[in-house]
């Protein structure tokens, strides 16, 4: 029991790590431009508590979709405050 515990823990700690890697190789582009990212409410235009890919790029310009499709971690098209907030620490 104690080894599929240990798999568990070095399987999840492998997701998140491989999270982490993907969402830094597709900010690299943007991060390299620029040096903080937009308070969330800032770029939460419509005030929905989420951002969609349109507010995204408007308030990123240099971001691409991809960039934004590697912030959406868990792929529902929209970034939680959580989502932006991992993504904009990355940035710093």
Do not use: C
Not at 32 to 58: H, K, R, T, W, Y
């Amino acid at each position: 029991m104690i080894k599929r515990s240990h798999g568990f823990l070095r399987t999840w700690k492998m997701a998140l790590l491989t999270g982490g890697l993907t969402i830094g190789v597709a900010m690299a582009p943007y991060m390299a431009q620029a040096q903080d990212a937009p308070d969330f409410s800032e770029v939460d235009q419509n005030v929905d508590g989420v951002i969609s890919e349109d507010e995204f790029l408007m308030a990123m310009p240099d971001a691409t979709a991809e960039t934004f499709a590697s912030a959406d971690v868990n792929g529902d098209t929209v970034l939680t405050q959580e989502e932006y907030e991992a993504m904009a620490a990355m940035m710093q």
